[in-house]
Nanobody, 121 residues
């Protein structure tokens, strides 16, 4: 089985920074997409940023220029550097790994448990 372990959430003032980390473990052969989604109270879960194994990225318009995603393929780890945080960035952030090929040769999607990010004004 594959597990995603997230860390780095917390409380920060508006304009501050946080860095999220997510490490995937288990019988992993490859992970095509790694990324972050978030869900604010009363809202649907939305994409924040994702990166392919080749380094191609996709960002939500609301975070472009403020957030940076990166990954270490050797460690199956993805990071999200969040700068210039705003109160509207407050949400539970979920790590996502998609098109994960494991020992059975098939592809799966996995989610982390989520980490709370709260930005005070």
């Amino acid at each position: 089985q594959v597990q995603l372990a997230e860390s780095g959430g917390g409380l920060v003032q508006s304009g501050g920074s946080l860095r999220l980390s997510c490490a995937a473990s288990g019988s992993i052969l490859s992970i095509y997409f790694m990324g972050w989604y978030r869900q604010a109270p009363g809202k649907q879960r939305e994409l924040v940023a994702k990166m392919t194994i080749a380094g191609n990225t996709d960002y939500a318009d609301s975070v472009k220029g403020r957030f940076t995603i990166s990954r270490d393929n050797a460690k199956n780890t993805v990071y999200l550097q969040m700068n210039s945080l705003k109160p509207e960035d407050t949400a539970v952030y979920y790590c996502n790994a998609d098109h994960v090929v494991i020992h059975d040769g098939r592809s799966y999607q996995y989610w982390g448990q989520g980490t709370q990010v709260t930005v005070s004004s």
